[in-house]
């Protein structure tokens, strides 16, 4: 059964960092794929990031290129988001999904199985 776990969303003033943990369960056999959307109030879910649990095959969505990394720890089953120079626009709750599709990482139909979400606010 595939379970994921958010944690590590907070407050922080525009231009500071932020980590945030997906902890995975049941993603064992091959082909999955692992992504951050974020979801603002009165907007749609929209893509962040994107790897293999192994940290392999990353997508970024434009808005968060070199500010943002996403990273995997298989032994931990643990996925990532690194977060830097955050700004008031990354403003959203967090969700880590998951599939094993192969569907494009793009859209957040892609994925059968999300987490709670974690809410993250940057602050001007």
């Known amino acids: 059964q595939v379970q994921l776990v958010e944690s590590g969303g907070g407050l922080v003033q525009a231009g500071g960092s932020l980590r945030l943990s997906c902890a995975t369960s049941g993603l064992d056999s091959t082909g999955w794929k692992v992504a951050w959307f974020r979801q603002a109030p009165g907007k749609e879910r929209e893509p962040v990031a994107s790897?293999?649990?192994?940290?392999?095959?990353?997508e970024y969505a434009d808005p968060v290129k070199g500010r943002f990394t996403i990273s995997a720890d298989k032994a931990k089953n643990m996925v990532y988001l690194q977060m830097s120079r955050l700004k008031p626009e990354d403003t959203a709750v967090y969700y880590c999904?998951?599939?094993?599709?192969?569907?494009?990482?793009?859209?957040?139909?892609?994925?059968?199985?999300w987490g709670q979400g974690t809410q993250v606010t940057v602050t001007s």
């Open positions: 999904g998951a599939d094993q599709r192969g569907y494009w990482w793009y859209f957040s139909s892609s994925y059968l199985y």
């Open positions: 790897c293999n649990p192994s940290g392999g095959d990353l």
